[in-house]
Each structure stands twice: as C-alpha cells, then as structure tokens.
C-alpha cells in the first residue's frame, strides 16, 4: 500500500513537472493591419517601436496569410484551423456550425486555461467558450452612449489576471485590439505631407488626412502591444511565453480589406519564443491562419488534429529555412448589403490567382458606400473628383469597382497586383494548373457558392446564443 501511495504521489510530481514545462502561449491580434503599414515589414513613416523590438527578438514570418479578409471568418478560421467554408462562419457577423471545435476545447484538454481580452466577434458561444477577462473592452471617451466602432482596448484587467495564475497551468491567452480597425483617433499624430500614399491609391489631400488617422491608430495599437509585453516582464512570464503577433485582415483601404489581394489577405506574424527561436530571423515559408492552432497544439505535446486544414508550422520554429506549404488557400464571401463580391484565391510564393464568382455586380464595400462612419466618406469623393482630372486616379475607380472573372499577378515582379496576367498567352499553363487546381480545392471544402450570400436564407449556426451569433465585444 505505501508503494502504492509513493507511485501516486511519484507520478503527480512528475505530471506537475511537465505541465509546468509547457509555455504558456500569448496571441495579440491587430484589427485591419497591413503588413506593409508596420516598421518591421518595411514601412519607414509608421512608428511602430514595439513591433520592431518585438521583431528583433522573434522569429518573422514574411509570407503569412489569412483564411479571409472579413473579420468574423478570418478569426473563426484562427480559431477552429479551417477555412471559412467548412467551419461556416464565411459570411462577416455570422456563426459557425454546430459541433465544431475550437481552440478553447483543444487546448483545455491539454491541460490549458483558455482566455481571451479585447475583441471577440466569433460565435456561438458553446464553440467558443473563451475564458472572458471582463472588463477589457471600454467604448472611447465622448462615446459611451454610442459606442458602435468606438471602442478601446484596456490591459488593466489582463494585468490583474496575469496576477492569478499559477506555475503548474499554463495558459492561452488572446489579446485582441480594436485598433487599427476604423473608426481611426481624430486627432491624428502624423502631418498629411509625412504619409506615404501606395501607389494603389490616389494621392488627394483628403486621402493624406485620413492616413495619418490611420497611422496613429497603427501606432495606438503598437503601444497596447508594448504595455502587453511590458505586463509579462512584470510577472516574470517572458522566458516561458510564446508570444505571436499578427492581424485578422489587411486595412479599410481600397484593395485592402474585403479583398483577395495581398493589400487585405496578407498578414504580419512574429513568434517569439525564448531559448527555442533565433531572435531576429526571418523565414520565407507560406503560412496560413489555419496553421496556428495544430502548432500550438503540437507545441502542448497533443497531436496536431486531423479533421482540419491547418498545419503545424513547428519545424519552421525549429528551422526558419524549411518549407511549409507550397500555396495557401483563402475565400471571401461578403458583408451581407454592403458588399456582394464573393471571390476565391490561390496564393504560391510567386504567383496569386482569384477567381470572382460574381464578375458581372460591380464591386462596392463600406469605403466608397458608407455614410454613417468615417473609413472612406471622408476622402472617397476626393477620389472621384480627381478621376475625372487624372489617368492614374480614374484607372484606380475603374479597377476598384470592377473585377474580372480570373486574375493572375506575378508577385515577385508585379508586388501591388497591378497586371492581370490571366489573359495572356504565356501563362496558360499557369492559369490551367490553377484551375484544376482551385476546382480541387473548392470541392475539397465543400464550396459549391457560385455567387453572393442568400441574405433570406435562416442562420443555421446560431447555436444557443440569444444575441448576436458572433459578438462584437463581451
């Protein structure tokens, strides 16, 4: 019996002592983020000096994707490992199916306290049972009676919780701004003549006063990042955290968000990890959303699920030089009156492909239609007044507003996807290969859509949940 008793208490110690072993694993996700808008991506107007600290003491992955570039799909695909259509949530502000798993329940079964602060915009409820940290989201002084898109990220409480755990539980943590996401600060900290313009947009001062809103909403947000990091050096957690940074889509600029160009699809991803990733390396593999949580879960010694389509990337954490995937798939379905656009995009380390489903409705979003909030009404007439004076401004319209069946871009040559190689004789090949290979793809998931959301159709995935399906805020 006391060989028994000393077995027990034997192997307790020994399953604490692994346990405790295990990083805990932090996610700070950026809200409508550009890769090329941030200092360690090669933006030299933007300050960003966390990011850059941040970078200098990870591991930058300079090809990474997201699933979708809509809010509600692109985090319900971070979250479950799979691309909108098969978890479901592929319309903006919509559930996925019931019976999915998410990362809460794969992560807590491997012995994780799952928790998540800021922005939550997933649902329903029973797929995502987050740990909630009340108290994080706050509507911005002047607003608290409409708070709408104005709401602000508040760490106070994260610190506080950071205070509770213990040694022997690790934790997942999912930190989520509201920044840069529109509305962007009023009173922006950049001059209109120190903004860069892409050249994918038009040069107006309106478009100069609205960037430098942007930028500092860029910047707010790199200094909640900084309070965050300053918080895990304060409980002494840094040496056994992971922390990843990145972003749920690209920006509310024209090409950006809502679209499949790289402006809206392409993502920042950082992952330190200290003692197990070279601080300041940089790999090329191509990486997808989808591939985060089989890593954490590979990570947490389980065993990378099955049932997704997402990836461990853990042999890129180990060797920055090794190849992942040869492409990446994303979708876009829409967000419901606003836009109606639905497209698919096939993207190699080369070569991007997008098939519109629905080239014939002339392309529109919140930028160039809204009138309740600024993210585009502020500058977009502009725009219009100046595609009447100038080639480049009218070709920027007319590229924006309609989209052709097919389009294929040469990345490597062509970074801003300004050539549609589609119809050109010498790349057939390529343009057959990504047919097949779309076609494969799409059935693979179930993708049978062939043009926008049925707006009437009943919402099968609301779960139990009695508010919105998929909440802004909690």
Excluded at 27 to 40: C, H, S
Excluded at 314 to 329: A, C, E, M, Q, S
Excluded at 336 to 350: G, I, Q, S, V
């Amino acid at each position: 019996m006391a060989l028994f008793v000393w077995f027990i208490c034997w192997l307790s110690v020994v399953y604490g002592q692994e346990r405790a072993s295990l990083p805990n694993m932090v996610i700070f996700i950026g809200d409508d983020l550009a890769v090329r808008d941030i200092g360690p991506y090669g933006n030299h107007v933007v300050r960003t000096p966390n990011l850059d600290k941040l970078s200098r003491e990870s591991l930058v992955f300079d090809k990474a994707f997201a699933a979708s570039p809509t809010c509600g799909p692109s985090r319900s695909s971070l979250f479950t490992a799979m691309y909108p259509m098969r978890h479901g949530a592929h319309g903006n502000h919509s559930g996925v199916g019931e019976g999915m798993s998410s990362m809460v329940q794969r992560l807590s079964a491997l012995g994780y306290r799952v928790a998540i602060a800021g922005k939550l915009h997933v649902g329903p409820q029973e797929v995502f049972p987050f740990e909630r940290i009340a108290g994080t989201n706050a509507p911005e002084p002047g607003f608290e009676n409409t708070p709408g898109l104005h709401y602000d990220l508040i760490l106070a409480p994260v610190d506080k919780w950071l205070g509770t755990q213990k040694p022997d539980k690790p934790f997942v943590l999912i930190v989520a701004d509201h920044s840069p996401h529109v509305i962007w600060p009023e009173k922006p900290i950049y001059r209109p003549d120190e903004v860069d313009i892409p050249p994918i947009h038009i040069d107006t001062e309106e478009t100069r006063k609205a960037r430098a809103r942007y930028y500092t909403d860029v910047t707010k947000m790199d200094t909640n990042l900084g309070t965050l990091m300053n918080l895990l050096d304060k409980h002494g957690m840094t040496a056994n955290s992971i922390l990843m940074f990145t972003a749920d889509q690209g920006p509310q600029w024209a090409f950006g968000k809502w679209g499949l160009y790289d402006y809206g699809i392409q993502v920042p991803f950082m992952v330190r990890w200290p003692g197990y990733v070279k601080a300041g390396s940089r790999t090329d593999a191509l990486v997808s959303q989808v591939d985060i949580l089989p890593t954490m879960v590979e990570i947490a010694n389980g065993m990378p699920p099955k049932d997704v389509d997402g990836k461990s990337f853990l042999p890129v954490l180990k060797d920055p030089g090794v190849k992942h995937r040869d492409t990446v798939f994303a979708s876009h379905t829409g967000d419901r009156l606003m836009n109606r656009a639905p497209m698919r995009m096939l993207r190699t380390d080369r070569y991007k492909y997008i098939l519109n489903l629905a080239p014939e409705i002339r392309y529109t979003t919140h930028m160039d239609r809204a009138t309740d909030h600024d993210g585009g009404r502020e500058y977009w007439p502009s725009w219009r007044i100046e595609s009447f004076r100038d080639p480049h401004a009218a070709a920027v319209l007319w590229r924006y507003h309609h989209r052709p069946e097919e389009e294929l871009y040469d990345i490597g040559a062509d970074p801003w996807e300004q050539v549609n190689l589609a119809a050109d004789p010498k790349y057939s090949d390529i343009l057959e290969r990504f047919r097949a290979q779309m076609k494969t793809t799409r059935e693979v998931q179930g993708d049978y859509e062939t043009g926008p959301e049925d707006l009437n159709a009943p919402n099968k995935n609301r779960g139990k949940a009695k508010g919105p399906v998929a909440p802004y805020v909690f």
